[in-house]
């Protein structure tokens, strides 16, 4: 590692982040927004509402129940909000809603029946009552997954609690009601049993669980036993640097797990989001938990993110997930459902977050094709990861949703990360964003930097996989192997260090 701090050091690279400071008062609404009111996004959108499923298409393919929770969201908070929402109006539009809500609350999208067993260490993740897959009359049920549960769950329980502005009907109340609250009492669901220690999934349940039955004490106490369940995990899932290893269980060696993984570890530790929450109904936190959360969220806000609003994407899952737009939208979602959360993390570290928030605002509006669609993949890269299909909707919609709504903030502050167990040193500046790493899976780990790119997110050479890094010859910069799309196969010259070193 010691060539690898060499090779920062000729970059310039800052200090580590601040100090944490006391928390203040939580953000601030705040009006506006640089997405247009109006744009292509939303006119692809209205093309792919399907009058005979009652639901929104893929793009490509048939109804998906995600996407489909998702845009049911999407009308309910600019229903909400009217015309304070900083949603394109025509967003608010009650006859979809309604529409979505009886789509998402019937089957294919819901099954109900005889509760089954679950074993968490069973791949088959078929249960009942659940959500499945697809959405809409005239599809069948297919594939689940826990991850589907809750956020079907959670767009149900917000258009129940929004059900005067919508105009629901008591029947469609309580077959979305029944819905929420027959999955919530799934055993997959138990604050007792975190599946891969995926707080996020539990924590989303119960939170939606506790929006349709108004329970306080008894989401108090469940968040509780969540959040207990989920310390007897902490100690193997994070580093003492605040690292986050993915770990599942009948896989061989601990190649998933000597690397950190952010992408995951958003979508998991995220859960902490509901704290203010659970603290409202009742819950006490345990002594030094609080700070144990923040340490892995500084962490992730100062070392898992460029300052371009992108993922400084070094992970585990190697190219099963890295530049997926569907993953840098659930990370940035959950990076800002934190920084909205009053008390979660320190003020220096929100403001750092609502400031990548501004930047990802761009960065989508840099990256959307004529349709307002993102691609399925940033840089033209490849991903191993065949169950992610084609569908671009759904990566499009969680970045629409993340960067909806962002905060007045100023050009991120510089920051450097350095992990002594994963060995893996990230860096980020206004000029560009790298980072070194001394274990990959198929990344060209080792002395040089792995990825370059410039402050706008585009890449200046290799993206890190293997032949695809950087050597250095005769004090100069070039791309070896192929080259990503986009980018020239001219040699870069050396004064990219040098002007990077000014920032």
Same mark, same amino acid.
């Given at each position: 590692m010691l060539a690898g701090a060499l090779v920062l050091a000729l970059l310039g690279a800052p200090s580590v982040a601040p100090a944490a400071e006391a928390p203040s008062d939580g953000p601030r609404p705040v009006a506006g927004s640089q997405l247009p009111a109006d744009g292509p996004l939303i006119e692809t959108i209205d093309r792919l509402w399907s009058r005979v499923a009652g639901a929104y298409r893929g793009y490509p393919g048939s109804p998906r129940t995600r996407a489909n929770a998702l845009l049911l969201r999407l009308h309910v908070r600019a229903l909400v909000l009217g015309a304070d929402s900083p949603l394109p109006a025509r967003l608010a539009a009650p006859e979809r809603a309604r529409q979505l809500v009886d789509a998402l609350s019937r089957s294919p999208a819901f099954v109900d029946g005889r509760t089954t067993r679950y074993d968490p260490d069973d791949r088959d993740q078929s249960h009942r009552p659940g959500f499945t897959q697809t959405a809409g009359r005239g599809q069948r049920p297919s594939h689940q997954h826990i991850a589907i549960d809750p956020e079907v769950a959670l767009a149900l329980a917000e258009a129940v609690r929004a059900r005067a502005v919508l105009g629901l009907r008591p029947a469609a109340v309580a077959r979305a009601r029944r819905a929420v609250l027959r999955?919530?009492?799934?055993?997959?669901?138990?604050?007792?049993?975190?599946?891969?220690?995926?707080?996020?999934?539990?924590?989303?349940?119960?939170?939606?669980? +506790?929006?349709?039955?108004?329970?306080?004490?008894?989401?108090?106490?469940?968040?509780?036993?969540?959040?207990?369940?989920?310390?007897?995990?902490?100690? !193997?899932?994070?580093?003492?640097?605040?690292?986050?290893?993915?770990?599942?269980?009948?896989?061989?060696?601990?190649?998933? $797990?000597?690397?950190?993984?952010?992408?995951?570890?958003?979508?998991?530790?995220?859960?902490?989001?509901?704290?203010?929450?659970?603290?409202?109904?009742?819950?006490?936190?345990?002594?030094?938990?609080?700070?144990?959360?923040?340490?892995?969220?500084? !962490?992730?806000?100062?070392?898992?993110?460029? $300052?371009?609003?992108?993922? $400084?994407?070094?992970?585990?899952?190697?190219?099963?997930? +890295?530049?997926?737009? @569907?993953?840098?939208?659930?990370?940035?979602?959950?990076?800002?459902?934190?920084?909205?959360?009053?008390?979660?993390?320190?003020?220096?570290?929100? +403001? +750092?977050? #609502?400031?990548?928030?501004?930047?990802?605002? @761009?960065?989508?509006?840099?990256?959307?094709?004529?349709?307002?669609?993102?691609?399925?993949?940033?840089?033209?890269?490849?991903?191993?990861?065949?169950?992610?299909? !084609?569908?671009?909707?759904?990566?499009?919609?969680?970045?629409?949703?993340?960067?909806?709504?962002?905060?007045?903030?100023?050009?991120?502050?510089?920051?450097?990360?350095?992990?002594?167990?994963?060995?893996?040193?990230?860096?980020?500046?206004? #000029?560009?964003?790298?980072?070194?790493?001394?274990?990959s899976r198929d990344l060209s780990s080792g002395a040089l930097p792995v990825r370059l790119l410039d402050g706008d997110g585009r890449a200046i050479g290799g993206l890190g996989g293997r032949r695809s890094g950087f050597d250095l010859v005769l004090g100069d910069l070039h791309l070896g192997g192929r080259p990503a799309s986009g980018s020239t196969t001219k040699n870069a010259r050396s004064d990219i260090f040098r002007d990077a070193a000014t920032a």
């Open positions: 999955t919530a009492a799934h055993p997959m669901f138990s604050p007792r049993r975190v599946r891969i220690g995926q707080l996020l999934w539990t924590t989303q349940m119960l939170w939606a669980k +506790r929006l349709v039955d108004g329970d306080g004490r008894a989401f108090a106490r469940a968040m509780r036993r969540a959040l207990d369940t989920e310390d007897r995990l902490l100690p !193997r899932l994070l580093t003492r640097d605040g690292g986050y290893r993915y770990q599942v269980k009948g896989r061989p060696g601990d190649a998933l $797990n000597r690397m950190d993984t952010p992408e995951y570890s958003l979508i998991a530790l995220a859960g902490i989001q509901f704290l203010p929450q659970a603290r409202a109904d009742g819950m006490r936190l345990r002594r030094g938990e609080l700070a144990r959360y923040r340490r892995w969220g500084r !962490r992730v806000v100062w070392g898992a993110f460029g $300052n371009d609003g992108l993922l $400084n994407w070094d992970t585990a899952w190697g190219a099963d997930r +890295r530049y997926l737009v @569907q993953y840098w939208g659930w990370a940035s979602t959950a990076l800002q459902a934190l920084a909205g959360a009053d008390g979660v993390l320190p003020a220096a570290d929100r +403001r +750092r977050a #609502r400031a990548l928030c501004r930047r990802a605002q @761009q960065r989508v509006l840099d990256l959307q094709d004529a349709h307002g669609m993102l691609p399925k993949v940033l840089y033209g890269a490849a991903t191993t990861f065949a169950a992610a299909g !084609r569908d671009r909707a759904l990566g499009s919609l969680r970045m629409l949703w993340s960067v909806s709504s962002c905060p007045d903030a100023g050009i991120p502050r510089s920051a450097a990360s350095f992990d002594r167990e994963q060995q893996r040193y990230a860096v980020t500046t206004p #000029r560009y964003t790298t980072a070194v790493v001394g274990w």
